[in-house]
């Protein structure tokens, strides 16, 4: 007799079945895929399921505005994208620099701001790292007109890579 037919798997670099995000997004209300991330490891490697996610998401909760189409801030995800990349570009990265840091915007995404940072003191509690991190968000409100929240893939992706996570 044929065994019960065989779960979706969705990410490849953790092995996290269909079920289990389905699963998690709903007992846990999650909304975004780093909240996916954090709760099952799927997406916190390579990325390359991110959209499988994301499209689980989009299914559960309904789609989000589309990419190139203002929301009430006025501003559409690539508007602010390009905004805080040219912020990061011009003024952060040079300052994160002088610190023995680095930043890198992966995505905007309404007003969330996806990026990873670099460097010894990253992740830690240092008032100078504290103090530029609120410098970076305090300057990406200030380019989009709204605030905009920061989430740190390279401590999704630490917790993720954590045995027992
Ligand atoms: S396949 Fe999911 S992170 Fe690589």
């Known amino acids: 007799m044929a065994g019960p037919p065989e779960e979706k798997l969705i990410c490849r670099c953790y092995r996290v079945p269909e079920g289990a995000i389905r699963r998690a997004i709903a ?18 490697g390579c990325g390359s399921c991110w959209d499988e ?29 390009e ?8 003024e952060i990265r040079p300052l994160f620099g002088r610190n023995g840091l680095d930043v890198q915007l992966v995505d ?3 007003d969330r701001v996806l990026a990873r940072f670099r460097g010894e003191r990253v992740g830690g509690a240092a008032p100078s790292w504290l103090a530029l991190k609120k410098h970076l968000v305090r300057k990406m409100a200030e380019a989009c007109g709204r605030k905009m929240s920061l989430v740190e893939l390279n401590v999704l992706e630490q917790q993720a890579s954590q045995p027992g996570s």
């Open 27 to 44: 007992e846990r209300g999650l909304r975004t895929v780093e909240e996916v991330t954090a709760a099952t490891r799927a997406a916190g």
């Open 53 to 81: 996610v994301q499209a689980i998401l989009d299914e559960t909760w309904g789609r989000p505005l589309p990419r190139d189409v203002p929301d009430e801030s006025g501003l559409s995800a690539i508007q602010k994208r």
């Open 83 to 90: 905004r805080i990349a040219g912020l990061i570009e011009q």
């Open 108 to 110: 905007v995404s309404g």
